[in-house]
């Protein structure tokens, strides 16, 4: 890792990728005192590091030496003390900036993210103190990698389309409430995670998602999903825990016994026993009119008051619809040979899917 002499500083330098000042409880004017001396003594040292790690110390603020090293690729300052992001890092030419568990704010990151020699793909500001989604982040067009989660931020902006390269846009345990329409646009995304949020309803658009492989929206306040959803072909992982849309049918699922009224009017229409005007009451003859048939298409039952509540999902090949709410009239047809038939068994497996309920 050292050059000592001229003649050795090419052919050595070019071995020397990684800067690794990490886990040392260094102060910043201790990291910066280091960085000059390094600097200051390798001619070399500023073109050579591409990875500088300074993660797990006690910086308040980035040393301005790091503006000198002019091949910097990959900057990681994770679990510091930091309150604020310079400018400088626009003279590096970064690719990936891990910023997360830190202290900043929306007022304390750089006015521009963007610059001629900065071409970000990665940014990670998750675990901060931002209150809103980051609006110089939508300057760049090439990022690939967003982590957004762990702060309080409230909102996705209407112009994330902007940023239609992104392959993982994370954004869970925010206070966010609502998903714009406009990110159906960002048909590159792979992962979604809009877990540990506020959000009510997944817009329509989500259909257009084509690529989307990872679908996490536990935690919210789901009480349906778009039909659309059951479109996303590749989607492999879909994790719904914790939300009404579950929670209510799960509470929901033993069945209560029926009222001896609906026991006698399901005998009556299961067995076709004839009712002649003024054998019953005028109330109980539209009681009867009420009621609705199993969904087993093997079975002949019918249901009035009374049913059991089921949400499944038993299809993890694609033909499933989410949800599929079904009332059936006993809780014997909730399983059985006949759902089967809605499986097929032929599927490769590496179409599985996992579907995380709780």
């Known amino acids: 890792m050292e050059c000592y002499t001229s003649d050795s500083c090419d052919s050595d330098c ?8 990490s886990n040392r409880s260094l102060d910043c ?26 993660y797990s110390n006690r910086i308040k603020s980035l040393p ?38 830190n202290e900043l ?11 001629t020699k900065n071409t970000l793909r990665e940014l990670n500001l998750s675990g901060n103190k931002l209150n809103f989604f980051p609006e110089q982040v939508l300057q760049l067009a090439s990022l690939k990698y967003l982590y957004l989660g762990g702060n309080n931020i409230i909102n996705i902006p209407k112009d994330i389309w ?3 390269s992104l392959q993982i846009l994370s954004v869970g345990a925010n206070q966010i409430t609502e998903v714009p329409e406009s990110v159906g646009a960002l048909t590159s995304l792979q992962a979604l995670v809009l877990s540990n949020n506020q959000i009510e309803q997944l817009p329509a658009s989500i259909a257009n998602l084509k690529h989307l492989r990872s679908l996490l929206i536990h935690k919210n306040k789901l009480k349906t999903l778009p039909t659309q959803i059951i479109k996303l072909n590749g989607l492999t992982e879909l994790s719904l825990r914790d939300n009404p849309l579950v929670v209510r049918f799960v509470r929901d699922m033993s069945l209560q016994p029926a009222s001896l009224l609906e026991l006698a009017a399901r005998t009556i229409k299961l067995h076709n026993i004839p009712i002649q005007p003024g054998d019953i009451p005028i109330t109980l003859i539209k009681y009867l009119k009420s009621a609705q048939c199993c969904v087993n298409p093997k079975c ?20 499933y619809r989410i949800p599929l709410l079904q009332y059936l009239c006993s809780s014997k047809c909730i399983t059985g040979s006949w759902e089967s ?18």
Do not use: W
């Open 14 to 21: 070019r071995e020397q990728k990684t800067l690794d000042l």
């Open 341 to 358: 038939r809605e499986v097929d068994s032929n599927a490769p497996s590496h179409l599985m899917r996992k579907v995380l309920l709780g």
């Open 64 to 101: 301005g030496a790091i503006n000198r090293f002019s091949n910097l690729k990959i900057l990681d300052v994770s679990n510091n003390r930091l309150t604020s992001l310079p400018d400088i890092l626009k003279n590096c030419p970064l690719t990936s900036l891990i910023a997360k568990h």
């Open 29 to 54: 004017e201790t990291i910066s005192s280091e960085l000059k001396s390094l600097l200051d003594e390798k001619d070399c040292a500023d073109k050579n590091y591409e990875i500088l790690l300074l």
């Open 300 to 319: 002949k039952g019918v249901f009035f008051d009374n049913r059991v509540e089921h949400i499944k999902f038993v299809d993890f090949c694609g033909r």
């Open 105 to 115: 704010t929306n007022e304390s990151l750089p006015k521009s993210f963007y610059s």
């Open 162 to 164: 902007k940023l239609n």
